[in-house]
């Protein structure tokens, strides 16, 4: 069964520190999303991406976060600097252009700031 | 606030007892769907519901969505230890064309043998 899978499964890095997260979305779906939770806390959708470009971002997505499609299969998501509250476990999902908003998740990245 | 209300945020129940989780909205939702979440791992689909006053089984699972589709439940009949597990609700809300899920906090559920 088609899966999206992300790379690295945990990541610890110092406070101020860049970040990049990957993710290799199913190969025929079009729309790719970011969500993160916090330990204990709700899923929270982050970003999505159709067509090479942001669709939809939350509030959360501010000027540190960025994503990107470097070439057909990668899909990104670019921390800048850092903080202690972005530690939370990153959650890359896809779906088709078609059918009820089916999204598949991938298995999640922990991040860690110290 | 929380679009998604869902309760109970955690249960606990002995196996072979039945379980109701709600998953409670003002807004209406074009769609809402279940999620099944594991310890270290993604959310993993269970079901969507799309229309009001649906309602789906995926064996001893049973999942309703509300007329006015605002509301959602998951019923499970005969639990077992193997149900342990977060369960999430989410939505699209109505009008939206881009996919964006909105989240229950979730529910813990433990089934003890």
């Known amino acids: 069964e088609p899966e999206v899978t992300q790379t690295p499964s945990h990541q610890v890095t110092q406070m101020g520190q860049e970040v990049i997260l990957r993710c290799v979305p199913i190969?025929?779906?079009?729309?790719f999303y970011w969500y993160r939770q916090i330990l204990g806390q709700k899923v929270e959708f982050l970003v999505s991406f159709y067509n090479n470009e942001i669709s939809e971002k939350s509030e959360i997505f501010d000027d540190q976060f960025s994503v990107e499609r470097p070439d057909g299969s990668n899909f990104t998501l670019k921390i800048r600097s850092t903080k202690l509250e972005d530690s939370a476990m990153y959650f890359c999902a896809s779906r088709t252009s078609s059918g009820a908003n089916v999204l598949t998740f991938g298995a999640g990245s922990r991040l860690t700031v110290l | 606030t929380q679009l998604l209300e869902q309760s109970p945020q955690f249960l606990s129940i002995q196996e072979g007892e039945n379980l109701t989780v709600y998953c409670n909205s003002s807004s209406v939702f074009s769609s809402l769907q279940w999620y099944r979440q594991e310890p270290g791992e993604g959310p993993v689909l269970l079901v969507t519901?799309?229309?009001?006053?649906e309602v789906k089984k995926l064996k001893r699972l049973t999942f309703q969505f509300g007329d006015a589709r605002k509301d959602s439940s998951l019923h499970i009949t005969a639990a077992q230890p193997g149900d342990t597990g977060l369960y999430l609700c989410?939505?699209?809300?109505?009008?939206?064309?881009?996919?964006?899920?909105?989240f229950g906090r979730g529910t813990q559920l433990t089934v003890w043998p």
């Open positions: 989410a939505g699209v809300k109505r009008g939206s064309t881009l996919g964006r899920l909105y």
């Open positions: 190969s025929n779906h079009l729309y």
């Open positions: 519901v799309v229309t009001g006053g």
